[in-house]
């Protein structure tokens, strides 16, 4: 099978370096502990991310933050839903780049940018939050039976996912999941945060959740804008033909048809 | 903490050579070595169809290993991408009557939204975490589904797929070999329209229950040849391989009653001669 190539890079040096220089000009992601209930300052917190985001800065991730628990609960999720080949191609990668702090924030820090453009005048609000603990013991727990049904819970797997489930716990503590609607492309934003010595912070993001996690599935109309969008990078790309191919139904040469 | 400063502690920070790898996730000391444990493809997709179908219940042939890819699963009753469910069929059918235009009405509404939906949960984690987007789609199919609901499907996940179509593959069982693959391709949504001058011969064999038609798109070839058996058929087809010896490729047209089993009969019965496989749900193949 030929395969073609649109491999994404990750974030750069030059890219952690913007955060920095960026980040003293944005009002940043923290906010301080109120008399509110829990809920509340989580979703006051991501919503400020978010328009930090909107405001045009990639200073809106706080440099130096932990982002290893959100990295954690993101890949349990992923064993928990994501695709077997995707997981048989990646994990291995993604588990060695997780132990290292400065690919987990640039994981978040080339999500953020890869949104940033698209979240401008996505008009989003939060709607719901769940803690983080909560998503992180069921998506281990799925995880586990999944990859057992599938015959891919080989040991080291297994101990990996337990692994990954005391980190994510630990770090994100008393954070939260929030989600946040929004009018347009996206349409939908998870922000995670996390508590840490007194304050509260930002430290993860994503555009997908399934619903068995507090997502939903994307409706038709929602489906098809974000297929064009730019964040994915498939709009407007075209795909050389091979010489001589019929067409791109049947890409062989049309001399053997 | 001034600009200077946090500039200075970043570079500080980027020149420090990476961290060791969480202790927690290399406890033997070489992460690596954990997960060369990992099963191959073929072993993950046997797992799924054993559970929901059964291997028995795969069409059995010989074939071409099972390359990495996208898993479809089509039951008599349920559909699934990967391992999860997308769609309810009955006895094998697609009871959605609406069609989807995207697909040239050669699949249902309900699929296409629901392979779109699965493109483009692949987009973004293809994006998340630096791989590509599956061009290859392996279909492990019960040997009793109607090939209707093969081609709707199989044009359903073409037609919704972002770029362009993938390339596709039936599973089938082999005996004592485990899981094989038999490599197809369809006619587009809307048919091939070819020039004479394209030098194609477009052959194509229409396929029933009692009745089996070889003919060609060419105006030249001019003849229809009919059996009735498959032994007639790779006899018809190896005198056409002697005048046509650099053709590769055969358009098979399968009635609506034809079974994924005995279109796997078919498709072993032809590739000795002609190993390109198409598959075509009666579209226009016109050589003008």
């Known amino acids: 099978?030929?395969?073609?190539?649109?491999?994404?890079?990750?974030?750069?040096?030059?890219?952690?370096?913007?955060?920095?220089?960026?980040?003293?000009?944005?009002?940043?992601?923290?906010?301080?502990?109120?008399?509110?209930?829990?809920?509340?300052?989580?979703?006051?917190?991501?919503?400020?991310?978010?328009?930090?985001?909107?405001?045009?800065?990639?200073?809106?991730?706080?440099?130096?933050?932990?982002?290893?628990?959100?990295?954690?609960?993101?890949?349990?999720?992923?064993?928990?839903?994501?695709?077997?080949?995707?997981?048989?191609?990646?994990?291995?990668?993604?588990?060695?780049?997780?132990?290292?702090?400065?690919?987990?924030?640039?994981?978040?820090?080339?999500?953020?940018?890869?949104?940033?453009?698209?979240?401008?005048?996505?008009?989003?609000?939060?709607?719901?939050?769940?803690?983080?603990?909560?998503?992180?013991?069921?998506?281990?727990?799925?995880?586990?039976?999944r990859l057992e049904r599938l015959g891919m819970a080989r040991a080291g797997l297994l101990r990996a996912i337990e692994d990954l489930r005391v980190e994510a716990n630990t770090l994100l503590g008393s954070g939260h999941l929030v989600r946040l609607d929004c009018s347009y492309d996206p349409f939908r934003v998870y922000v995670v945060t996390s508590m840490r010595d007194g304050r509260l912070s930002v430290v993860g993001m994503t555009t997908v959740l399934a619903p068995e996690y507090g997502g939903d599935h994307p409706s038709r109309r929602d489906v098809d804008i974000r297929l064009q969008s730019a964040p994915l990078g498939l709009a407007g790309k075209s795909l050389p033909i091979v010489e001589g191919a019929v067409d791109e139904w049947l890409p062989f040469p049309v001399e053997e048809l | 903490m001034s600009l200077l400063a946090v500039l200075i502690a970043t570079l500080t920070a980027l020149a420090e050579p990476p961290a060791a790898p969480s202790p927690s996730l290399v406890d033997d000391g070489a992460p690596m070595q954990t997960f060369e444990r990992l099963p191959g493809f073929s072993a993950v997709v046997l797992s799924h169809v054993s559970i929901v179908l059964g291997v028995e219940a795969l069409p059995g042939a010989n074939g071409f290993p099972l390359e990495p890819g996208a898993f479809v699963t089509l039951g008599l009753d349920r559909v699934w991408a990967a391992d999860r469910e997308i769609a309810t069929l009955v006895e094998g059918r697609i009871a959605d009557t609406v069609a989807a235009p995207e697909c040239g009405d050669l699949c249902p509404a309900s699929l296409f939204d629901a392979f779109q939906a699965e493109?483009?949960?692949?987009?973004?984690?293809?994006?998340?975490?630096?791989?590509?987007?599956?061009?290859?789609?392996?279909?492990?199919?019960?040997?009793?589904?109607?090939?209707?609901?093969?081609?709707?499907?199989?044009?359903?996940?073409?037609?919704?797929?972002?770029?362009?179509?993938?390339?596709?593959?039936?599973?089938?069982?082999?005996?004592?070999?485990?899981?094989?693959?038999?490599?197809?391709?369809?006619?587009?949504?809307?048919?091939?329209?070819?020039?004479?001058?394209?030098?194609a011969l477009g052959l194509r064999v229409r396929f029933g229950k009692d009745r089996i038609a070889v003919s060609a798109a060419d105006p030249r070839y001019n003849r229809t040849l009919r059996g009735r058996d498959f032994t007639g058929l790779r006899t018809m087809l190896r005198d056409v391989k002697k005048r046509y010896p650099g053709k590769q490729a055969i358009v098979l047209v399968p009635d609506a009653g034809v079974t994924v089993a005995e279109l796997v009969d078919l498709m072993v019965a032809v590739r000795a001669e002609f190993p390109r496989i198409v598959l075509s749900a009666g579209q226009n193949l016109r050589l003008d």
């Not at chain 1, 453009?117 to 719901?128: F, I």
């Not at chain 2, 061009?135 to 499907?153: D, F, K, M, Q, Y």
Request: hydrophobic letters at 40%; glycine letters at 8%.
């Open chain 1, 1 to 145: 099978m030929s395969s073609h190539h649109h491999r994404r890079h990750g974030p750069t040096a030059a890219a952690l370096l913007l955060v920095v220089l960026a980040g003293t000009g944005c009002g940043r992601n923290r906010v301080l502990p109120s008399a509110l209930p829990d809920v509340e300052p989580s979703r006051r917190a991501a919503e400020s991310f978010v328009h930090c985001v909107e405001a045009g800065t990639s200073g809106c991730v706080t440099p130096g933050e932990d982002h290893a628990g959100w990295d954690a609960l993101h890949l349990l999720l992923w064993l928990a839903t994501g695709s077997p080949v995707g997981i048989l191609e990646a994990l291995p990668q993604q588990l060695t780049d997780h132990g290292n702090p400065l690919r987990t924030q640039g994981a978040f820090v080339g999500e953020v940018e890869r949104y940033a453009q698209a979240l401008r005048g996505a008009e989003c609000d939060s709607t719901a939050s769940q803690p983080a603990t909560a998503l992180v013991d069921r998506a281990a727990a799925d995880a586990r039976v």
């Open chain 2, 119 to 199: 493109w483009l949960a692949l987009a973004i984690e293809a994006t998340q975490r630096t791989i590509e987007i599956p061009s290859n789609v392996v279909i492990a199919a019960h040997g009793r589904l109607p090939v209707s609901t093969l081609l709707a499907s199989a044009y359903a996940i073409a037609t919704s797929r972002p770029l362009r179509p993938p390339s596709f593959s039936l599973v089938l069982s082999s005996s004592g070999r485990g899981l094989r693959a038999q490599p197809f391709h369809i006619v587009g949504p809307r048919g091939l329209r070819l020039s004479q001058g394209a030098a």
